[in-house]
């Protein structure tokens, strides 16, 4: 059955594939799984027939038969569940690659969002100058920690997963970009994923909504 996902019809980003349908398509790519892409407008986003498949009127969802799923790492870890290649077989690895994906999004994202906010929605704001320098801060710590543990490593933990496709996709941008030059292999770890055929794939296919060709391929 070929899932659907949805996807913003202008996105805002003007193709640099950071919007978190980028997420749920570089995974389908990696499992070798055709989707179709319903795109929807930020208006149509906040209305019922979309809240019903996201109570916080936002994208990415995820259809597939009779299932619905919202939360890009749900879906992330549904698509790594239900196909081969995205996590181990072990038992302990899967557990250990399961922990990466929660720590990508639960550890190494939150502060960089919070720099999202402090720059775009706080700039503005009397105290926002004195504010940023920490919360930079709180990322440069993550960054520093992340980039100990990968080491020379290709990936987290063993062969590519599911966590290294989140944390990737958590790190890269061209926002984060002056942050993460301070760790060459975290530069070269988001290099190694952006390069693999499936990143490319998903990201020809979300550029294509922005510029209005198709994919190439
Ligand atoms: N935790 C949820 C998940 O991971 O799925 C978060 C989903 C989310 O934040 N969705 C955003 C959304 O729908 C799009 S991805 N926003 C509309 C709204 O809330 O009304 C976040 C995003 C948006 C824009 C850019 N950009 O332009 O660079 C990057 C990322």
Redo the contacts with the bound molecule.
């Keep these: 059955m070929r899932p659907i996902i949805t996807a913003?019809e202008h996105?805002?980003?003007r193709g640099?594939g950071?919007?978190?349908d980028m997420r749920v398509r570089w995974a389908l790519e990696e499992v070798g799984q055709p989707y179709d892409v319903r795109l929807v407008s930020?208006a149509a986003?906040k209305e019922p027939a979309h809240r019903a498949l996201h109570p916080?009127?936002?994208?990415?969802t995820y259809e597939e038969g009779d299932l619905a799923l919202?939360?890009?790492?749900a879906i992330v870890l549904h698509i790594a569940q239900r196909h081969a290649g995205l996590l181990p077989d072990d038992a302990n690895a899967r557990a250990r690659a399961i922990a990466w994906m929660f720590a990508a999004?639960n550890t190494v994202e939150p502060p960089i969002l919070d720099r999202v906010i402090a720059k775009l929605v706080e700039g503005d704001k009397s105290w926002a100058e004195e504010r940023l320098p920490l919360v930079e801060g709180r990322i440069r710590d993550r960054l520093a920690e992340l980039s100990g543990r990968l080491g020379d490593a290709d990936w987290l933990d063993g062969a590519f997963s599911a966590g290294d496709l989140l944390m990737v996709t958590v790190l890269r941008g061209k926002s984060r970009a002056g942050l993460l030059r301070e760790y060459p292999n975290l530069v070269d770890y988001v290099a190694r994923g952006e390069a693999r055929p499936a990143f490319k794939r998903a990201f020809d296919a979300q550029l294509a909504v922005f510029t209005g060709n198709s994919p190439t391929g």
Excluded at 70 to 73: I, K, P, V
């Design positions: 913003f996105s805002p980003d640099q950071l919007a978190r930020f986003m916080f009127g936002q994208i990415p919202f939360e890009s790492g999004l």
